[in-house]
């Protein structure tokens, strides 16, 4: 049951839920939730594997694209090829957490704090347009998604700062990225969650920077409360101070190392749920970079010793990952920051409905212009590394993060590796950073 | 295609060649954090960087032309041991280029002031010079003849071996930062110690260097070329906590502070490379250090714990302060050394030393000493024995609420030297004899000896530092603080004029990212700013007749430092300015600098640093003329000090401003821009 959001033109999948009346996740929401392929796929008119939408004919194709993707296609900066649409199932573990857990979760009376949740996704059913808290729930399904990991490491991850008019590649970093969760762990021991762990910490961000001098050296740590009403505690070690440094969470909007994007944009947004106002906007069928890596067209840039290569990009200035996009469930959701001197106005967030990550972001400055736009290539772990393969846990592929206006772009291309081995908790000390010095 | 270390790998196969250089995976080098995974081993990654520093100063002309070749190579070498080396050897053309002022043709002749000139008869000195010339030649000052003339006995030791001491390569002391107002101050060498010889004294590192040496400075025998060479293994033990060791040629960094140091003092400090204005990463002088951390992790009221044990034990070094005659002498204080080591090996002319008429204060002739009447007489830097070793202990949490803190401590040995007055050894200029034998104060011990052996005392030091943030002002703040035992001022009210003071340093720092729209909309400016009190237990001063005596250093100083950074073009072009001010001396140094990473190889840095003071008569001090070590030669009578040793407080530059008009007081003229290339191959 599906119909058009009118002003929007794109195909919203039925409410789920009685109107006004938000109720406790029966297992067939979640059934549904995790599964909303299982019965049939979606569909959109000429939308089929193979199909490759250019300038010539996105205008017939406005309703599953959105409104980032339907500009660069229409300017001709890139052209796209839909792939089957693939269940991306999620872990089993996260799913059977989420049943055992179904209805203990509540919002709390302010926004960012949340009640009961144990683990598992903490609002499976589908969200009610009338409920005015749903944006809310869907950015706590995110942020306690699978894709926050219990362990994984980026490493190598590479980042190219690049012009999209003239192509010529800036500036390039090679960043090592690592992620530990220390609480609602389903998937690597220990399970629940770490121990001791006294200031509450839910999840720590670790990056290291290997290349280029100038950089070279500098590491991040972020480290995020379970209590989201908290700041994250931010610590930078610069290689030529050899100091670890008290960063002001003030740097989260700042353009990180120079890129296109702020350390507030990773993951789609990575930042305190109660520092936005979330809007549920809909549901709808929209291509999302979802795709099986080993399928896709791939790069012979890089070489790594075990023969892994690196999604490719193209289009104009090689600012677009070369993967094939898929008809898939979203939910649209904004966020617009509270604090009125935030660079940014509002973000539209394509969150997938099965995986609840972010695929796509649109960026709007204080203006409400559009500013930037962060597409995020998610493949299905059977088709990646071998360590990845039957984890249930979509690993994050490719991204790029466009500048409208400055007609820039920072891309990233990367190996995800779900391995507990490289994500010790000791990584996460800030005395892992000095090292010695 | 790229290899996946191309943006690292040197390209210079005769580097490969050097060093057993294989490509390195980016996974090895994207994992050399992770303590479980280091059980095998790899290749060496290695990178090699060119950096040319060439800077230009008022009024001296270039004052760098440095070329550095750096190495820096890793390797796991198995069963969890990464070696990581760093080699850096580097030649400074500027004693060739500009030689006349920092090389072989340094210096030349110079003159000496001669306020009591009016007074004096015209008779001829040692320089053949006549002695009431207001400004005389190197040995144009009173010798043993005026001072029988004048009625000193006919033993007298004045006056000295022009020939032996010549007037040539000779700068006076002070003469880059202040005029001499009638102070005393004398000539010091300045040519490079293959070529002059005179004053040369190795002060731990430098004093006593050639030119060879001082062209490349990391070729000697401490294999200062090798910046860090050491090993490291994290030991995972059964209790999930971890061992951490790193054992070679290293450097410990303490602290939370930029620029200035509070406890990070466990590496001494090359101030020679480029005066305070080069990262301290590249000025620290690596030690052999063997560090253990105990990593405890978290516990059920920390969320992180480690302590920390440093054992330095290598042969003592000091801070290089950088030899006379070199671009950056930190606070003038080698070219005093050298001036008064060559005193007390050669004698020489001291500028308006001796009151004319005798006893009173107003005008002086300039007065020819001896070799071994005044001066630097001897160095004594610690030999190596497990007793002078240093150790250092740091325990560092995070604690629940998220406040980041370490408590420190430390023994070591002061990292700058010290000036012991000695009370025997030295031969009385006025007789010609040891100790006091005239009367009225025949038999009356020596002190206040205007001659000094330098030492580098025990210090023992207590601190520690904490972080934290303030959300509503979007600022993280930084504080540290210490207090240190046996340090060492000098100290005119005392015998040795030194005296042992505790010290009480602490720093307040704020760091906050701010969005400055001329700069950037998108990417915030750094702003930092620091505040250092340093206070002096036990202050001593007194008023003497003359003038102020006691400890030279101010009894609180404050420093000031700022810092805006920002970032433009992905952190391609970073503009930034650094501002200190040294308050109490007055001083304000202010240093712009844009950098440009014209590649991912390639980066040009353009630069400058000017200082300025308010004017530098609040630098006098009790300056040694009226110590009085020999009654009553050098009694002032006419302002009633006695017959006995002791400072009546004479005030002048030389040689106690440097200690108050600090590192950027003492450098006011030595404006310097810049320009440096770096390269990574």
Not at chain 1, 173 to 183: A, D, E, N, P
Not at chain 1, 316 to 331: A, D, E, I, N, Y
Not at chain 1, 373 to 384: A, R
Not at chain 2, 20 to 46: C, K
Request: glycine share 10%; with cysteine; aromatic share 10%.
């Amino acid at each position: 049951m599906t119909r058009h959001i009118a002003g929007h033109g794109v195909i919203v999948v039925a409410l789920a839920c009685a109107a006004g009346t938000p109720h406790a996740a029966t297992e067939a929401d979640i059934e549904k939730s995790f599964f909303p392929y299982m019965h049939a796929l979606p569909t959109a008119p000429g939308v089929a594997p193979g199909t490759v939408i250019n300038q010539g004919n996105v205008a017939n194709f406005e309703g599953v694209l959105d409104p980032g993707m339907q500009r660069y296609i229409r300017e001709g900066a890139v052209e796209i090829t839909v792939g089957a649409t693939t269940s991306f199932d999620t872990n089993k573990s996260y799913v059977d957490a989420t049943k055992v857990n179904a209805g203990k979760v509540k919002l709390g009376a302010k926004p960012g704090e949340l009640v009961g949740y144990v683990a598992g996704r903490p609002f499976p059913e589908e969200p009610d347009a009338k409920d005015p808290r749903a944006g809310e729930k869907l950015a706590w399904n995110n942020r306690y998604g699978m894709n926050a990991y219990d362990g994984l490491a980026i490493s190598p991850f590479y980042w190219k700062y690049i012009n999209m008019d003239s192509g010529k590649v800036e500036r390039n970093i090679l960043f090592g990225f690592h992620f530990l969760r220390y609480t609602h762990r389903v998937s690597q021991a220990p399970v629940p969650e770490i121990t001791p762990n006294p200031s509450k910490l839910y999840r720590a961000t670790y990056v290291k920077v290997y290349e280029p001098q100038d950089v070279k050296n500098t590491q991040l740590l972020i480290q995020r409360y379970e209590d989201d009403t908290k700041l994250d505690d931010a610590y930078l070690y610069l290689g030529f101070q050899r100091r670890v440094r008290r960063l002001s969470t003030g740097q989260t909007t700042d353009a990180f190392l120079g890129s296109d994007i702020m350390i507030e944009d990773f993951e789609g947004y990575n930042g305190r749920i109660s520092d936005m106002n979330w809007k549920y906007q809909g549901t709808a069928n929209i291509l999302m970079p979802f795709y099986n890596h080993n399928d896709m067209k791939l790069s012979d840039e890089y070489k790594e010793p075990d023969g892994y290569k690196y999604v490719a990009f193209g289009g104009k200035g090689g600012c677009f990952p070369s993967v094939t996009w898929q008809l898939r469930k979203v939910h649209i959701l904004e966020s617009s920051p509270i604090d009125t001197n935030h660079p940014v106005s509002r973000r539209v967030h394509y969150m997938d409905a099965q995986t609840s990550v972010i695929s796509m972001s649109l960026v709007h400055d204080r203006k409400g212009d559009l500013w930037k736009t962060y597409v995020v290539g998610w493949t299905h772990p059977d088709f990646h590394l071998a360590k990845n393969k039957g984890s249930g846990i979509t690993p994050f592929d490719a991204f790029t993060m466009i500048d409208i206006q400055a007609k820039h772009c920072t891309t990233g291309q990367l190996k995800a590796q779900l391995d507990a081995q490289m994500v010790p908790v000791s990584l996460f000390n800030v005395q892992n950073m000095r090292g010695g010095n | 295609m790229k290899t996946a270390r191309d943006i690292s790998r040197p390209k210079l196969s005769v580097l490969a060649a050097a060093l057993p250089l294989t490509v390195g995976g980016a996974v090895q080098a994207a994992d050399e954090n992770l303590p479980d995974l280091a059980s095998s081993t790899t290749p060496w990654v290695a990178d090699v960087y060119y950096e040319n520093h060439t800077a230009r100063r008022s009024r001296a002309g270039l004052a760098k032309f440095r070329n550095t070749l750096q190495v820096e190579a890793d390797r796991q070498m198995g069963d969890g041991w990464a070696f990581r080396g760093i080699l850096r050897g580097s030649w400074d053309g500027v004693y060739q280029l500009n030689k006349d002022e920092y090389g072989r043709n340094a210096g030349g002749a110079i003159t000496l002031e001669n306020t009591a000139a009016p007074l004096l008869p015209p008779v001829p000195t040692t320089a053949g010079t006549p002695l009431n010339l207001t400004q005389v030649p190197h040995g144009g000052g009173i010798n043993n003849p005026i001072g029988t003339a004048i009625g000193l006995p006919p033993t007298n030791a004045l006056g000295f071996d022009l020939a032996a001491n010549p007037n040539d390569g000779m700068r006076v002391l002070g003469d880059r930062w202040h005029r001499p107002e009638r102070g005393a101050v004398f000539g010091v060498p300045v040519r490079p110690c293959d070529r002059d010889s005179r004053g040369c004294r190795d002060f731990g590192g430098y004093g006593d260097l050639n030119l060879r040496e001082l062209e490349t400075p990391e070729f000697n025998d401490r294999l200062d070329f090798l910046r860090e060479f050491y090993a490291k293994k994290t030991f995972p033990l059964a209790d999930g906590t971890e061992l951490f060791l790193k054992l070679g040629r290293q450097q410990v960094v303490w602290g939370r502070t930029d620029l200035f140091r509070v406890l990070d003092v466990i590496n001494p400090v090359d101030y020679s490379r480029n005066n305070i204005y080069d990262e301290l990463q590249d000025i620290r002088i690596p030690m052999w250090i063997a560090q253990a951390e105990y990593r405890m992790g978290a516990s059920e009221s920390m969320q992180d714990r480690n302590v920390q044990v440093v054992w330095n034990f290598d042969k003592f070094r000091p801070n290089n302060l950088g030899q006379c005659g070199t671009p950056n002498v930190m606070l003038d204080a080698a070219c005093f050394f050298r001036g008064f080591a060559n005193l007390w090996d050669n004698g020489g002319t001291v500028a308006n030393f001796s009151p004319v008429p005798a006893g009173t204060a107003g005008a002086w002739a300039a007065t020819d000493f001896g070799p071994h009447q005044i001066g630097v007489r001897k160095v004594h830097l610690p030999a190596w024995s497990l007793s002078n070793t240093q150790l250092g202990v740091k325990y560092e949490g995070i604690t629940q609420g998220g406040l980041a803190f370490s408590l420190n401590a430390l023994t070591y040995r002061s990292q700058l030297p010290s000036l012991h007055a000695f009370s025997a050894g030295a031969v009385n200029p006025f007789t010609g004899g040891t100790g006091n034998t005239t009367p009225p104060a025949a038999g009356v011990p020596v002190s206040h000896l205007i001659a000094f052996d330098i030492h580098y005392p025990r210090v023992n030091l207590v601190g520690g530092s904490l972080d934290f943030q303030i959300p509503d002002a979007n600022a993280a703040i930084r504080m540290e603080g210490a207090l240190t035992h046996g340090e060492e001022f000098v100290n005119t009210a005392r015998r040795e004029l030194y005296s042992k003071n505790r010290v009480l340093r602490t720093v307040i720092g704020v760091d906050r990212p701010t969005f400055i729209p001329f700069i950037s909309t998108t990417r915030a400016t750094q702003i930092s700013a620091q505040l250092f009190w340093q206070h002096i237990i036990d202050h001593e001063r007194h008023d003497g007749p003359l003038g102020t005596v006691g400890i030279v250093d101010w009894e609180d100083n404050f420093i000031g430092t700022l810092l805006i950074k920002g970032f433009l073009a992905g952190d391609r072009v970073s503009p930034q300015v650094m501002v200190a001010r040294d308050f109490r001396a007055k001083a304000l140094t202010v240093a712009p600098q844009i950098e440009w990473s014209v590649t991912d190889d390639f980066k040009v840095t353009l630069g400058a640093n000017f200082k300025y003071t308010n004017g530098s008569s609040h630098y006098k001090f009790d300056d040694a003329r009226s110590f009085n070590p020999y009654p009553p030669f050098t009694t002032y009578t006419a302002a009633g000090q006695p017959f006995v040793p002791g400072s009546a407080g004479l005030p002048g530059f030389e040689p106690t401003a440097r200690f108050r008009a600090g590192p950027i007081g003492t450098a006011v003229a030595e404006d310097d821009i810049y320009v440096m290339v770096r390269y990574k191959f």
